[in-house]
Antibody, heavy 118, light 109 residues
Framework: EVQLLESGGGLVQPGGSLRLSCAAS????????MNWVRQAPGKGLEWVSV????????NYADSVRGRFTISRDNSKNTLYLQMNSLRDEDTAVYYC???????????WGQGTLVTVSS | DIQMTQSPSTLSASVGDRVTITCRAS??????LAWYQQKPGKAPKVLIY???YLESGVPSRFSGSGSGTEFTLTISSLQPDDFATYYC???????????FGQGTKLEIK
């Protein structure tokens, strides 16, 4: 059974930093691209970032480029999102999601809440 | 950047109704179009991929169609479990970026 378990969310002040983790199990992690998607309270889904299976290729939404860094450790089956220079508008539930290879996000974690507030 | 616009934003319907949600793109797309269902407090669940392919385990009352700039999700006979928010999503295979529609909330009439 595929499982994705996010952690690392919490309350942080504007301008602060936070690192999210996503522990994967139930599939061969090193063969799948992975993503982060977020959802602000009461709002829709916003794609944040992608990383290729090897970790060589990454991309970001314009709203986070230059502030967020996606990475992965295939030896630990773990995906990361380093978030710096956080803003109020970064407040959201952050989901990690597996790229299914058919243009869709096949499996999602349960999400971790990040709150940016003074 | 491609923009995805769903309509309607809210849809009121009854159990047994046939409903259709539309997703329009700002430019012509490949077939990399997916649909998701999300219930409050839960992660999204994929229903349809590549515009018309039903994800394994998803009831056959869900179907997807379309091409170019207009895509639709149809639920043939609404069940109580189907009241949720639905999102379309485009995948750009060159940039590996995903774009979501703003969502359609399906409510009980």
């Amino acid at each position: 059974e595929v499982q994705l378990l996010e952690s690392g969310g919490g309350l942080v002040q504007p301008g602060g930093s936070l690192r999210l983790s996503c522990a994967a199990s139930g599939f061969t992690f090193s063969t799948y691209a992975m993503n982060w998607v977020r959802q602000a309270p009461g709002k829709g889904l916003e794609w944040v970032s992608v990383i290729s299976s090897s970790g060589v290729i990454t991309n970001y939404a314009d709203s986070v480029r230059g502030r967020f860094t996606i990475s992965r450790d295939n030896s630990k089956n773990t995906l990361y999102l380093q978030m710096n220079s956080l803003r109020d508008e970064d407040t959201a539930v952050y989901y990690c999601a597996q790229d299914g290879g058919r243009g869709e996000l096949s499996y999602w974690g349960q999400g971790t809440l990040v709150t940016v507030s003074s | 950047d491609i923009q995805m616009t769903q309509s309607p934003s809210t849809l009121s319907a009854s159990v047994g109704d046939r409903v259709t949600i539309t997703c329009r793109a700002s430019q012509s797309l490949s077939s990399w179009l997916a649909w998701y269902q999300q219930k409050p407090g839960k992660a999204p669940k994929v229903l349809i991929y590549k515009a018309s392919y039903l994800e394994s385990g998803v009831p056959s009352r869900f179907s997807g169609s379309g091409s170019g700039t207009e895509f639709t999700l149809t639920i043939s006979s609404l069940q109580p479990d189907d009241f949720a928010t639905y999102y379309c999503q485009h995948y750009d295979s060159y940039s590996r970026m995903y774009t979501f529609g703003q969502g359609t909330k399906l409510e009980i009439k």
